[in-house]
């Protein structure tokens, strides 16, 4: 068992003298399993975007948080992988062979395409965005060194604009100054926030609170760029055209969101071309300022400094206007979306259908319903057409969440052979749900898995960071960390089938974007 120094949380208007310590919970220390020291600081800057949905009127205000903790258990994962590379080497070296060609055999192998993430979501990076990794491959290289090169420029291109520097740095300096603290700068924008933030050492904290604010009030935005990001944006849309995955999603959310921003995954050629600096000058004005703006500090450093830059740095920031809110009107169609591909091998299904949002008192005994039904491997959906049937290799249901909205999906690549019953066992295992509540030892694992997620996602930094924003953004209030294992902890076998029952509506539900994938 980790032994810790008690973590706490701190939450402060940047206009208020004391801070407010609030101490996390002892029930997600009693449950922690592993927490690395942490001798690193992450500052993240949270900004709403035009269709923001977060709180109206909120000034900018400071959380803080320090954690960190001494011994550390290995998992069984890192024993597995440390063993079976163990076990490699030995074979290689008792064969006399080297390790790669002791792999490959004895012919010629081509080198695998390398593929880079891009941007991560998911339990691993506290629900940032719903999907857990976003790679990019370069499926048209004529070489391995061209893969590279191409998927090395996709990278570049995620940072957007706002990384092209300030009025005071060129973005190779702010590049380097970051690195220069051990760390980095990145910039992620997704449908409600922006994301900037900075990871560094902790004797740094200070001066990255005054890198990102740089950052943030004085992008650049230089003319001369544009050109080669409308390229960059260009590929990455031919890139995203042709994977069958995006195209479904793409087709899902436009059933669901027919008249929103949220309905509308991938952009235009049309659009990109028309991007000018004027337009993301306008758009800068328009909506980044201090009204709505959240900053989050999490890591081992001193808050009294932290707190002095942070104020100083920030203090004079325009206030900006408040967030717009736009809360869509979803459909739910009962009716089948298809984009056939002929000859291909597998086809990405999506079942799904409007649900309700965090804020909603029944949305944590959904969550429990959630992963029991297909969203964890030892669910039932997992179980029933992967271990069973082999249908697919990595089914998922979620709940995609944003502000006052959320649907439910099982997400699955399937042979193509099988897409109707792969589709049929689906909606079977939603009707057995329904009819049938889970014995009390299926619930009991679910539960036991869901709180240690929990405690997990907030041993980190950033998984701590991601927390405090999604309690924000839903206006869950202070007692929600307190509360949320007990309440998973509550949950009864009876009320997993009414959450079925009341939420999955059959007759609502949308199996849409089958795609093959070629």
Known sequence: MTRMVPPYISTQNLTENAPVFHKIPEVLLELLPCVLYECSTSLNL???SPNAQQMIGVPAYTVVSGLHSFDTDRSAESLTIAVSMAVAHAAAAAAGRPLWRHLGGGGPRLLPLPE???????????????IQDFMVMALGARSFDDAVAMTAEVYRAAGELMKEGTTSRSSEQVAQQAAGMGGSVTVNVGPDVTHIQGDVLSEFAPKMAQLLADVVEHPLLRESEVARLKQDFQRQLSVQK??????????FYQALYPDHPYGRILSTDATINS???????????????????HIYVAGKFDPASVKT???????????????????????????????????AAQSTVYVG????????????QLQVMNTLLGGSFGSRITANIREQKGYTYSPSSQISVRYRDAFWAEVADVTTAVTGPSIKEILYEIDRLQKTPPSDAELNGIKNYLGGIFVIQNSSRAGLIGRLQYSDLHQLGDDYLENYVQKVFAVTPDQVQQMASKYILSDRLTPSAVLGLE
């Open 46 to 48: 949270t900004y709403l």
């Open 116 to 130: 880079i993430q891009i941007f991560g979501g998911g339990a691993h990076a506290g629900r940032r965005v719903d």
């Open 242 to 251: 042709s994977q069958p995955q995006t195209v479904a999603r793409e087709r």
């Open 275 to 293: 991007f000018t600096a004027e337009m993301a000058k306008k758009f800068y004005d328009d909506n980044f300022g201090a009204a709505r703006t």
């Open 309 to 343: 830059a942070i104020t100083q740095s920030f203090s004079s920031w325009k206030r900006g206007t408040e967030p717009l809110i736009q809360v869509p009107t979803t459909a739910a169609k009962h009716e089948l979306d298809v984009v056939d591909r002929p000859g």
């Open 353 to 364: 259908l409007p649900t309700i949002d965090p804020s909603n008192s029944d949305f944590i």
